[in-house]
């Protein structure tokens, strides 16, 4: 990991609170944030796949990436994720964000219409050509049902406002392949965005990571990207071990959208926000909050009294 690039390090990708009625938990953003900057973070990902941003109204996002500046007060940087179907969406919450004192911004590919390599090229070209600022790309064929191929990467890499690669592929071979490509890059910086290569990642020289469970245990998670650091590998598989359990608590057996509301109840028994969703998703039930109190319990991250932060579902 280079530590003079100025995107590194510990990125978790915040869940977007809101309250029963789906508003914008303010109160809750600011609880998440400093609960992340006293972890150790290093930036906060807002409006991403974690944070339902397909679900979010545009008017919502501006307010979330307002109130994030604000409330980071510089203390670590803000990504703000701007990808949506119609381009000239992307544009306009680009330049909102940075009004707002983004850092970054990162765009997934837009998921209506398949893509060959060279139209993914030339809309990433086309929007970084349009954007104020530096742009991250954002690999989620869990979301897209799209790759970006690692070709395409590479040719977008010499773009003077592509500054970097979020690759959330649950494909290690072809993190190899990237990292071979790409890494040492002193303009370039390269996230792992799948938590269970993270390790493997960050020993290889990838610059930072963007894990979900992070919105719970961001201390965990400055300590592996640190061991890295030192080349401890011993600690880096360590807490790689320690993080995939947490993980479990809210993605096992679940879909990428409930496992996102078990995240919720996870931060609400932890005080951090309610479990409220966006449409189309749901909160999970009350039997299941129960359930992932024994399992917080049984990993010593709550007691088993702890009761969720009121508003929740």
């Known amino acids: 990991m280079n530590d003079l690039k100025k995107f590194r390090g510990v ?28 972890g150790g973070v290093d930036g906060v990902f807002i409006l991403g796949t974690t944070g339902e941003s397909a679900s979010v109204p545009m008017e919502m996002r501006s307010r979330f990436a307002r109130i994030a500046a604000e409330h980071l007060r510089g203390r670590a940087l803000l990504y703000v994720g701007i990808g949506d179907n119609c381009f000239a969406n992307s544009v306009a919450a680009a330049a909102d964000a940075f009004s707002h004192g983004a850092d970054a911004v990162v765009a997934q590919l837009p998921s209506y219409y398949p893509l060959n390599p060279d139209e993914v090229f030339a809309y990433y070209n086309s929007l970084a050509d349009r954007l104020a600022g530096p742009l991250f ?9 799209m790759s970006i191929p ?36 002193e303009a370039f910086s390269l996230f792992v965005g799948v938590g269970v290569l993270s390790a493997c990642g960050l020993l290889m020289g ?9 919105n719970v245990a961001p201390r965990s998670w400055r300590a592996m990207c640190d061991a890295a650091t030192r080349g401890d590998r011993a600690e880096v598989e360590r807490l790689q071990i320690e993080v995939n359990r947490l993980a479990q608590v809210f993605q096992r057996d679940r879909t990428l959208g409930q496992s996102l509301a078990a995240l919720k109840a996870v931060m609400s028994i932890l005080g951090l926000c309610g479990t409220s969703m966006l449409p189309p998703l749901q909160p999970v039930s009350s039997e299941a909050v129960d359930a992932i109190r024994t399992d917080l319990t049984a990993l010593g991250l709550c007691t088993a009294d702890s009761r969720p932060t009121e508003g929740s579902n």
Do not use: C, Q
């Not at 790309?137 to 049902?145: F, Q, R």
């Open 11 to 38: 990125v978790p990708p915040l869940v977007t609170p809101v309250t029963p009625d789906g508003s914008l938990d303010e109160a809750a953003v600011g609880r998440i944030i400093d609960h992340l900057v006293a």
């Open 137 to 145: 790309l954002y690999n989620i064929p869990m979301t897209t049902h």
């Open 150 to 185: 690692v070709d395409v990467v590479v040719r977008l890499a010499s773009h003077p406002r592509i500054v970097g690669f979020k690759d959330s592929e649950n494909n290690a071979d072809r993190m190899y392949e990237v990292a071979g490509r790409l890494l040492g890059r």
């Open 206 to 214: 990838m610059d930072g990571v963007v894990p979900s469970s992070g």
